[in-house]
């Protein structure tokens, strides 16, 4: 029988040609397999007829919006995630959800190999191909950009050739990869880390330079996931796609960070992540509200860990799958509403509400009702600074027997 691989499949120039460079190079059928995850455009039919036309023997397509959504972004969101304190793990976050349907797709039309786009300088293809190691360890892994020679002029040259029917002209001079969570571009002038992003970079956010009359939304969240809009309810991928549309109107998520790859490049990349950042700004603050501050403290450790993990691609490593465990523990009580103020390219919180608080008005008040008795405190610090008092007394009298 013929061997077959399955092929992660974008419908754009280098996949589509991929199809019948593979074909040519290997000997093998081709399956293109297209995994809807948000990133808008044509429709997963058109992907699909098209994927056919260009030499496919099978095209397997998936609207993986919600299960992307629900069980890739949300974890992302009771995790904070922010990379470098600032990426939102948008690609990172993709990946595995795409690996899950490759690999599903492998098994169901009997393919040996799995196959990508990716360069062999990005942390994609590590994310890709970890994954299908992990989820389906007797499957191989090829990559026509970066195994099998397939440049950007050869893919153009073949596609004339072959009369591919996908257009080579546009020349775009940006690599953007975009899903419901979010918007990475990198390369063209972005390279030159001195230049700034032009207008044309940007397509989820408005400029926040002139923005409209702010908007106030007020976010539900229940154990740490959003459940409505301004009191009506939603699904995680509603919640994300309405705040990328507000948040986005008013240049919320505009992010430009040199990133360390895991291949040890250092690259300069430009996100637009609305939703997502509106999102994780209410999450965490309603965390502060309702999470102990021990347990608050060792989250967000555990919180870097698990983003770490995810950049390097180890999305279904016996680690990540622990810190899952811990991090879904610490949002039993995160539940309430955050009222946030989107104007300007900020989300600026303005107010907490929950029944599950750990904020105590008579506790905190200067005012009548006060319960907390500040007698209590003169002996309390006299006991939590001894341990220093001690060590500096005899600091002191080293330095003057010196
Ligand atoms: N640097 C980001 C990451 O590794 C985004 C990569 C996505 N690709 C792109 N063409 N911008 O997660």
Redesign the pocket.
């Given at each position: 029988m013929t061997d077959r691989i399955v092929l992660a499949y974008s419908g754009g120039l280098d996949t589509s040609v991929a199809i019948g460079w593979i074909a040519e190079a290997t000997g093998a059928e081709v399956i293109a397999v297209a995994v809807d995850v948000g990133q808008g455009g044509e429709s997963l039919e058109t992907i699909r007829q098209r994927a056919l036309d260009c030499g496919a023997v099978e095209a397997y397509v998936a609207d993986a919006r919600d299960e992307f959504a629900t069980e890739y972004c949300m974890p992302a969101l009771k995790a904070n995630a922010l990379?470098m304190d600032a990426?939102p793990?948008?690609?990172?976050v993709s990946r595995p959800v795409i690996v899950k349907h490759l690999v599903a797709a492998a098994q169901k039309f009997g393919a040996t190999t799995v196959s990508h786009g990716c360069t062999g300088k990005?942390?994609?293809q590590v994310?890709f191909e970890v994954g299908v190691q992990t989820l389906g360890p007797e499957l191989k892994c090829i990559a026509p950009v970066r195994d099998l020679a397939l440049t950007r002029d050869k893919a153009i040259a073949y596609a004339e050739a072959k009369n591919l029917p996908i257009v080579t002209t546009k020349k775009n001079p940006?690599?953007?990869?975009q899903n419901v969570w979010g918007r990475?571009?990198?390369?063209g002038f972005l390279e030159d880390i001195w230049n700034a992003p032009t207008k044309d970079v940007y397509d989820y956010t408005a400029s926040p330079e002139f923005p409209p009359v702010a908007d106030e939304v007020v976010i539900t969240f229940k154990e740490g996931i959003p459940v409505a809009i301004d009191g009506h309810a939603v699904t995680p991928l509603q919640a994300i796609e309405q705040l990328n549309h507000r948040a986005g109107a008013q240049g919320v998520g505009r992010i430009d960070i040199v990133?360390d790859?895991?291949v040890g490049i250092k690259?300069r990349?430009i996100?637009e992540a609305p939703g997502a950042m509106a999102l994780i700004a209410a999450h965490k603050e309603l965390e502060n509200v309702t999470i102990e501050r021990e347990q608050a403290r060792f989250k967000k450790t555990v919180g870097q860990r698990w983003t770490e993990l995810v950049?390097d691609g180890q999305w279904f490593s016996p680690l990540k799958r622990s810190l899952d465990a811990f991090i879904d523990d610490t949002q039993q009580h995160v539940s309430g509403e955050i009222r946030l103020e989107l104007h300007g390219g900020r989300a600026t919180v303005t107010g907490r509400r929950s029944e599950t608080a750990l904020y105590d008005f008579n506790l905190a008040t200067y005012d009548t009702g006060d319960t907390f008795d500040q007698s209590m405190a003169r002996g309390f610090i006299e006991i939590f600074g001894l341990s220093s008092k001690v060590a500096s007394g005899r600091d002191q009298r080293a330095a003057e027997g010196n």
């Open positions: 990379y990426y793990l948008v690609s990172a990005g942390n994609d994310r940006f690599s953007i990869d990475a571009v990198e390369t990133e790859r895991l690259s990349e996100y950049y």
